[in-house]
């Protein structure tokens, strides 16, 4: 029987409530599969620099590359809100494993699930039948551009917006690779009427699209794009844009689907894959045991899909969620005036009703 090293990263704030979750899913589905997992935790985020002043310790990153799959909850805590001058940060752990790991790809389904439509703040008419997958470049962009300082004795701030062209192309072939399995729509975004990286980010997508004459390509601005998601999302198909574009739509879109709270994302390169939900480590009802766990039990979908191609697996933990929602159960931040207070459960009472689901 196959065994797959599964490295988990709890990190900060609801992450550790939401990567448990998690992890007893995947016990649980295991079991009634024909492999096994085994689990290594290593720290990462403020938690990484309590204990050792780096958000990736070199060790975290070893049990990251000894993996078969990551799977990561949250980083974030709001101690350094109060100094942003503070230039070691949480989120540094989480980018450097980006960039470490050459994770280029953020995958980012948005989908709507019937049951609840009304939690998004927009209408069930609009939202119904929305199906989109981001592919946002992850590793290049203003992110990681340099330079990034202070001039000026601190008074002036720079970071620089930076592609080359062989990076579109990475990211450009994944969304049309993915483009043709689904509805053959790619919409790539950019702001190319102001930003010369744009142009070049277009160009390339261009070129591109020439090797695959069967998707339908159209470009939109960014600021159109944000517009149009919540005016019409079932425009959408894939969505190819770059580092910064790509976090502040995917934020935008999930309301579509009603809550941060149910997304799954994954970050692929051409090594191991890191799994996580699209939320932050939501450091006001941490310790609380009210974090919604699904998008995390969601990523572990999509590592078994993609990472360990276990498919069948993958299926399972969706139908799960999936039921679990249909028999009208919901985590804190889904429910609404109308739901029974006796149907609203906790993290820990919402996980073991998934696993009871499991198929
Ligand atoms: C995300 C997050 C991260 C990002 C933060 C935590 C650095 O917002 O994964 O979307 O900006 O990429
Ligand atoms: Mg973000």
Request: proline letters at 6%; one cysteine or more; aromatic letters at 6%.
């Amino acid at each position: 029987m196959t065994t797959y090293k599964i490295a988990l990263l709890k990190g900060d704030g609801i992450g550790p409530e939401v990567v448990q979750a998690a992890h007893q899913v995947l016990e649980a589905v295991a079991r009634k599969a024909d492999f096994s997992l085994s689990f290594e935790e290593a720290l990462i985020g403020h938690a990484a620099i309590e204990a050792t002043q780096n958000p990736l310790p070199e060790e975290t990153l070893e049990v990251c590359q000894k993996a078969d799959a990551i799977l990561l909850g949250a980083v974030g805590h709001p101690q350094y809100d109060e100094d942003p001058r503070r230039t070691v940060r949480p989120e540094q752990g989480l980018l450097s494993l980006r960039k470490s790991l050459g994770l280029y790809a953020n995958v980012r389904p948005i989908q709507v699930f019937e049951e609840l439509r009304e939690v998004s703040p927009l209408r069930p008419e609009v939202i119904a039948g929305t199906d989109i997958v981001f592919y946002r470049e992850l590793t290049g962009g203003i992110y990681f551009g340099q330079p990034r300082e202070r001039r000026d004795e601190g008074n002036t701030a720079l970071d620089t917006m930076i592609y080359t062209r062989a990076e579109v192309r990475r990211i450009a072939h994944k969304a049309f690779t993915a483009a043709m399995a689904r509805q053959k729509r790619l919409c790539s975004v950019d702001k190319a009427n102001v930003l010369e990286s744009s142009r070049l980010w277009r160009e390339t997508v261009n070129e591109i699209a020439r090797q695959y004459p069967e998707v339908q390509v159209q470009h939109m601005y960014v600021d159109n794009a944000a517009m149009q998601l919540i005016k019409n999302p079932r425009f959408f198909d894939v969505v190819l844009t770059g580092n910064m574009f790509g976090d502040i739509l995917t934020d935008e879109a999930s309301q579509i689907t009603g809550s941060l709270g149910m997304l799954p994302s994954a970050s692929l390169g051409d090594g191991v894959g890191l799994f996580e939900p699209i939320h932050g480590s939501a450091p006001d009802i941490a310790g609380q045991g009210i974090a919604n766990p699904m998008a995390t039990i969601l990523s572990t979908a999509l590592l078994l899909e993609l990472a360990l191609q276990q498919p069948g697996a993958a299926r399972m933990v969706r139908q799960a969620v999936q039921a679990t929602l249909a028999a009208g159960f919901r985590s804190p931040d889904l429910a609404h005036a109308h739901t029974p207070p006796a149907m609203v459960l906790k993290t820990e009472a919402i996980t073991q009703k998934i696993i009871d689901f499991l198929p």
